[in-house]
């Protein structure tokens, strides 16, 4: 058996494709960065859509960085839960189900900002407007997210927008939630409050400057894959297996 050893993860990347981060986000960018910032692995997770993760998974291919397939889906209660796969084919088929339950607005590139999606025949102004809330009850998340065998975190509690916390005032029990995130700026002051849960920090990068800063999260895994990361945020882990520093 391989030793276990810590590594370094930023769960909470977005690309250009959501309109409110850099348009130099670009698969390619993110990739460097994270590698040169020294990240073992990162979690792809724009709003609502995963269209760029598999350019993003090219450019990594034969690098240290492992890449994780995910989504930041925006419930009909406005809350951001990040939606993290073992594997791009399970994020695609969970993409259709919120491509499905998205509104039909369409982006104003001049207002929202621009949505680039980096694809195969090159870069394609995608006309959808994302950033908006889905259809999807957090019930409806958790439970298509659960199908899938990925792992459904509630983003950015504390923020007064767009925090499961905020917005409702309390976590689920019902949702059999093991790990939350909290934003960089709200760590220390809710950390102790949540100690049931594993607390996880990451970047929620919309530009590349700000991937893998501080405070950031370490996990001690025994295999360095993404199926043995997702399978130890469904458990409550130990304080020595997941670090906040
Ligand atoms: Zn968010
Ligand atoms: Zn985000």
Known sequence: MMKSKYITVDLHVHTALSACAS????PKEIVKNAISRGLDCIAITDH????????????AKGT????????????REEVHILSLFSTLDDCLEYNDIV???????????????????FSESGV???KPLLSQSTSLSME???KQVRKLNGIAIPAHIRRRYNGLASILGFIPPELNIKTIELSRVNYNKYKDIYSEYNVIVNSDAHNIESIYGSPSTALKVERFD???????LKVKLTDEEVIVY
């Open 140 to 142: 409806d998340v958790f």
């Open 99 to 117: 491509k499905y339950a998205l509104g039909d607005r369409e982006n104003i590139p001049e207002f929202f900002g621009r949505q680039l999606y």
């Open 23 to 26: 348009v130099k986000n670009t």
């Open 124 to 126: 394609i102004e995608y």
């Open 48 to 59: 609502n859509s995963a269209l760029n993760i598999r350019e993003v998974m090219k450019e």
């Open 64 to 75: 240290s960085l492992l890449v994780i397939p995910g989504i930041e889906v925006e419930t």
């Open 226 to 232: 993404v199926e043995e990361i997702l399978n130890m």
